[in-house]
């Protein structure tokens, strides 16, 4: 197996372990200005996502913390 597959299996699994903590405590996640958003860090990725009313987490975006932060726009 190549050097980037097996990378791509290491980050997936990295993602589904964190996706999986943010599912059993929604409110784990570091909070953010807008009170229904708060985000996770999964190795270089910042995952921000939202709560709803009723409990359902709904991923907004996916960043990777090495790009340029000002080129970051959460809508």
Known sequence: M?????????L???????MKKVAEMPESGIPTENPDVRFK???DYIVYYHISSS???EVLTVWDS???PRKF???
């Open 66 to 68: 090495r790009r340029n």
């Open 2 to 10: 190549d050097k980037s597959k097996t990378y791509s299996r290491k």
């Open 55 to 57: 409990k359902t987490i």
């Open 41 to 43: 860090i999964i190795k």
């Open 73 to 75: 726009k959460l809508k």
């Open 12 to 18: 997936y699994q990295q993602f589904q372990i964190g």
